[in-house]
Antibody, heavy 122, light 108 residues
Framework: EVQLVQSGAELKKPGESLKISCKFH????????IGWVRQMPGKGLEWMGF????????RYNPSFRGQVTLSADKSIDTAYLQWSSLGASDNAMYFC???????????????WGQGTLVTVSS | EIVLTQSPGTLSLSPGERATLSCRAS???????LAWYQQKPGQAPRLLIY???NRATGIPDRFSGSGSGTDFTLTISRLEPEDFAVYYC?????????FGQGTKLEIK
């Protein structure tokens, strides 16, 4: 069974950079599609993008392209979501997900991390 | 972009009652690409249904999904206290992947 464990809550100032992580526990990190989902306070779920750690193939939601960067390190089975300059609109909970295998990116979000709360405040 | 509209926004029912939640898509979605998730306060969402009608591992059989084209339904046959939560539908075939805005199922 796959388990996704995310890094802890972050408190940052506007304009700062940030990189949060998602540690994959299982045997198939390099052959899994990993995604990220944003949930703003009191709001619904928004898909941000996917990455395939095997070759770092990355797909972004156009709404998030250029705003965040997805990456992965196969040597430590960890995926990352990073910002170069945070803004107030980045205040949210962020979840990493693993897509069910077998259908590429046209697959449901089978496993979820516990979430990382990002607070941006001056 | 495929817009998913869930109704009602809030559903107030009592334990033991039947819940029917709707998800309507702005364009046709092949049913194999429609999922439902449950989210309880302070928790990550959990996969309930994929392919419109397939229960995920460990999901009780009181949860069922149906539908095709633009209209999909999640039914909970007899509500248990732990079922009161927010439910989201999602399509996972078209980019961007989209979720409905959620239905909050609350205790009456």
């Amino acid at each position: 069974e796959v388990q996704l464990v995310q890094s802890g809550a972050e408190l940052k100032k506007p304009g700062e950079s940030l990189k949060i992580s998602c540690k994959f526990h299982g045997n198939t990190f390099s052959t899994s599609w990993i995604g990220w989902v944003r949930q703003m306070p009191g709001k619904g779920l928004e898909w941000m993008g996917f990455i395939y750690p095997g070759d770092s193939d990355t797909r972004y939601n156009p709404s998030f392209r250029g705003q965040v960067t997805l990456s992965a390190d196969k040597s430590i089975d960890t995926a990352y979501l990073q910002w170069s300059s945070l803004g107030a609109s980045d205040n949210a909970m962020y979840f990493c997900v693993r897509l069910a295998p077998g259908s590429g990116t046209s697959s449901y979000f089978e496993s979820w991390g516990q979430g990382t709360l990002v607070t941006v405040s001056s | 972009e495929i817009v998913l509209t869930q109704s009602p926004g809030t559903l107030s029912l009592s334990p033991g009652e039947r819940a029917t939640l709707s998800c309507r898509a702005s364009q046709s979605v092949n049913s194999i690409y429609l999922a439902w998730y449950q989210q309880k306060p302070g928790q990550a969402p959990r996969l309930l249904i994929y392919g419109a009608s397939n229960r995920a591992t460990g999901i009780p059989d009181r949860f069922s999904g149906s539908g095709s084209g633009t209209d999909f339904t999640l039914t909970i046959s007899r509500l248990e206290p732990e079922d009161f939560a927010v439910y989201y539908c999602q399509q996972y075939v078209s980019s961007p992947r989209t979720f409905g805005q959620g239905t909050k199922l609350e205790i009456k």
